[in-house]
């Protein structure tokens, strides 16, 4: 089996670093979608929100992954 940066293989780590990640960017795209909308550019702020729209799915669907890893050992040591 492959191992990450860190030496060991934690897929429960990896999942929530993407989670954070999205997260956090959907945050961001908040902004974007103002600034779009503020110079008049509507078809890229409806850009901005799907793309938003993409990271939130992206968040929700870790977390239904994290949900079931929890607790058992197959996500690695952040799950025992």
Do not use: W
């Not at 960017?25 to 793309?51: K, M, P, S, T, W």
């Amino acid at each position: 089996m492959a191992t990450g940066e860190t030496g060991f293989e934690d897929v429960f780590y990896d999942l929530v670093s993407v989670q954070y990640h999205s997260l956090k960017a959907g945050h961001d795209y908040g902004q974007y979608v103002r600034d779009a909308e503020n110079a008049g550019l509507d078809d890229i702020a409806a850009f901005f929100r799907e793309v938003m729209e993409q990271d939130s799915a992206r968040a929700k669907r870790c977390h239904e992954f994290l949900g079931r890893l929890q607790g058992t050992s197959q996500g690695g040591p952040a799950t025992q």
